[in-house]
């Protein structure tokens, strides 16, 4: 295949599964129902950090953001844009490519390879005595994996300018930065991995040659970038033990961490030594965005969502919140096990306290997904069925997505509780502490990526450990109020630390770009 080497491309590119807009087809004429496709397409920006990140280098970059289509109407947008280039007034003027990939291959790499496999063994969460069980069928979804992620390193090359700075983003896309070397030699390639990395003799599930076909594509790029030192380290060790390659340990050369990679980011090690080249490994801890999350959480609509939720927890109560997807790696069950846990051990709290849990829905399309869900419900019922009474609801579960009243839940915090079993960063645990009116106790689990950086000031609880995590709970609810202020002041400013525009540029200025 021939690409534009004429200098006419872009210098910075980020590709990742999700785009920054997404399409949703109007009932005004659907494809497929005889006539022109006129059907309505309405778009939604969303946010967070590569938009304000691709915001932030400006105009003059010519940067280009290659995602893939998600649904009907993102392909349905492909179709009637040319080569797949949205409108840049659907997009806040950002420059987006948008993949038509195939439905079926997409279903078989995101939920079958992506979601099911690749989640599952970073975030530890296999029944191994049945799963995973890798056989021909998965062979089958292998292959669309690579596909897809031969379609974005393809669109990559096509779109670059001689020498661009590629940032290649999360587990959905591992293969892309070793095709892409292939395919264009000359770019400045970056990946970076939001969720944990596992441990070799977990990471070892897969079969051996997945498994290095994973590793051996992360490190065709330049860099490989994770959102604390123990997931580096993790990959580290796993190519080490899968590949060979040789680990060059310990810290960069005084000065060489400090240049371009902005507060809150460090070098984790000079890198990966395989087959001839060095794989650099960086760690950026994202942060939450303080500006946004204090003007957002002032408005009418969250102001209207905190007076109902004040009312539905009564006058004089304290709060547990949590705010999750209901996510396998979230560990909501256990946490609502705690909380029970900790009602029968200190019935003063009876009628004293409320835990707001917010469990929207995730990843229904998958059917464990469904059954945690609906298990999520059991024991939340369960709970206000044996402690309820007529004034009092021991948990108030909403599953129904709101950020409005999320942020409503943070102003109300006396106490966030973030349990999950194995998490990426977990940027709840950092949001709360920024929003609450009061200053919240923070009841962390060790195995989150905030530990890293919020540890100190938190309660810190194995996920696993019921037991353990009611007595936290206990203690963060009995925490004086100058104590509670003081660590929630010190864990907003280590939240803080990296917001997302500072973590996406330190990102592209360690490459170079």
Not at 403 to 424: C, E, K, M, Q, T
Request: glycine share 10%; with cysteine.
């Amino acid at each position: 295949m021939a690409f534009d080497r004429s200098g006419t491309g872009a210098r910075v590119l980020v590709a990742s599964n999700r785009g920054p807009v997404s399409y949703t087809l109007g009932d005004d004429g659907p494809p497929g129902s005889g006539g022109p496709d006129t059907a309505t397409l309405t778009a939604r920006r969303g946010g967070g950090g590569l938009v304000s990140g691709l915001s932030a280098i400006g105009p003059d970059a010519g940067a280009v953001w290659v995602c893939a289509a998600l649904g009907e109407g993102d392909r349905e947008a492909v179709r009637r844009a040319a080569g797949g280039h949205l409108d840049p007034a659907d997009t806040g003027g950002q420059r987006v490519r948008m993949l038509d990939i195939a439905p079926e291959v997409f279903t078989a790499a995101y939920n079958d390879i992506a979601n099911s496999v690749l989640w599952f063994v970073h975030h530890l969460l296999y029944q191994t005595p049945l799963d995973p069980v890798f056989d021909d069928r998965f062979r089958a979804r292998w292959a669309a994996y690579e596909n897809y992620n031969a379609a974005f390193a393809d669109a990559l090359a096509q779109e670059a300018a001689d020498g661009a700075t590629v940032l290649v983003q999360d587990y959905h896309l591992a293969l892309v930065p070793g095709l892409l070397r292939d395919l264009r030699p000359d770019l400045r390639i970056g990946h970076f991995s939001h969720t944990p990395w596992a441990p070799p003799d977990y990471f070892r599930l897969l079969p051996d040659d997945i498994a290095a076909q994973l590793l051996r594509g992360i490190l065709g790029g330049d860099r490989a970038a994770f959102l604390t030192r123990r997931w580096a380290d993790a990959f580290a060790d796993c190519c080490a033990a899968v590949l060979g390659a040789e680990v060059e340990r310990g810290e960069e050369p005084e000065g060489r961490a400090a240049v371009g990679t902005g507060p809150g980011a460090v070098i984790a090690g000079p890198g990966v030594r395989f087959e001839g080249r060095t794989t650099r490994l960086g760690v950026h801890g994202l942060g939450a965005d303080a500006d946004f999350l204090r003007q957002r959480s002032r408005r009418p609509d969250v102001d209207e969502r905190l007076a109902a939720l004040r009312e539905q927890i009564g006058p004089g109560r304290k709060t547990i919140v949590r705010v999750d997807r209901t996510e396998l790696s979230k560990n909501i069950v256990r946490g609502l096990l705690a909380y029970r846990r900790l009602l029968e051990r200190q019935p003063e709290w009876r009628g004293r306290v409320v835990h707001l849990a917010f469990a929207y829905p995730s990843r229904q399309d998958l059917a464990v997904y469904r059954e945690y869900t609906d298990e999520v419900r059991r024991v939340a019922e369960e709970i206000n069925a044996t402690f309820g009474t007529a004034d009092w609801q021991p948990v108030a579960l909403h599953v129904k997505d709101d950020f409005a009243r999320s942020l409503a839940a943070y102003r109300l915090a006396d106490v966030a509780l973030v349990n999950p079993i194995r998490d990426g960063m977990n940027l709840v645990a950092k949001e709360v502490p920024v929003v609450s009116e009061k200053g919240c106790a923070l009841v962390l689990s060790r195995e989150a990526g905030a530990f890293a950086e919020l540890g100190a000031d938190a309660l810190v609880v194995n996920p696993y450990d019921v037991e353990a995590t009611a007595r936290a709970l206990h203690e963060a609810l009995l925490m004086p109020d100058a104590e509670r202020a003081g660590r929630s002041g010190r864990l907003a400013a280590a939240a803080t630390a990296l917001p997302p525009r500072d973590w996406f540029l330190a990102q592209l200025r360690a490459l170079g770009g």
